[in-house]
């Protein structure tokens, strides 16, 4: 099908049947589509095509992009753009992004954490990742809690920060430091090693 050659109401046909099955490839090149025509401005949520198409992008970059674009069209229409920020917070957690985790994760309970949905929605997705503890505080990742220490530590101290958090690769730990033989082994215990 050429998707250019379709009406609007022929397009949005097809947008929503290939978003029902989730056909990816697709949905991509309609989503474009639908965000590209001025006629259609009014009659679908655009910020929802760039959702989606943050949802199908090929790779964690592409991604980051199209929800940037999402909450900024969020924000110029008068509408949160909170969703799209936690959005943005999971892939910056799996990116490995401390210093961008912990902003957002700032802003989001600063700004905008009362809002409807909001504050469930961090919950969640800080959980799906053993983030968040039981009694409801929140366990940063050792990149995001070394960002996090970096920010409080003040200028002028020249003590290195203490994130709190134990990686094999930080270089202190309380526990006695391996033996030359030892250190070209892995430092990840997993049971039945002993």
Request: aromatic letters at 6%.
């Amino acid at each position: 099908v050429d998707i250019k050659s379709l009406d609007d109401d022929q397009l949005l046909t097809v947008y929503r049947r290939a978003y029902a099955v989730m056909a990816i490839y697709p949905l991509r090149t309609i989503a474009m589509e639908v965000i590209g025509r001025p006629t259609l401005d009014g009659k679908i949520d655009k910020v929802e095509a760039y959702d989606i198409l943050s949802d199908v992008a090929f790779n964690t970059e592409e991604s980051l992009e199209y929800l940037d674009k999402a909450r900024k069209l969020a924000t110029k229409e008068g509408e949160s753009p909170a969703a799209w920020l936690i959005d943005e917070l999971e892939l910056r957690l799996l990116r490995g992004e401390g210093d961008k985790f912990v902003q957002l994760l700032k802003e989001i309970q600063t700004r905008y954490i009362k809002e409807p949905g909001i504050a469930p929605a961090l919950v969640e997705t800080l959980s799906r990742y053993g983030l968040m503890t039981p009694d409801g505080r929140v366990m940063l990742p050792a990149s995001a809690a070394e960002a996090a220490t970096r920010e409080t530590v003040p200028a002028e101290s020249n003590a290195p920060a203490a994130s709190g958090v134990w990686t094999p690769d930080s270089g202190t730990s309380s526990a006695a430091e391996p033996s030359g033989e030892e250190k070209s082994e892995s430092k990840l215990w997993i049971p039945g090693m002993d």
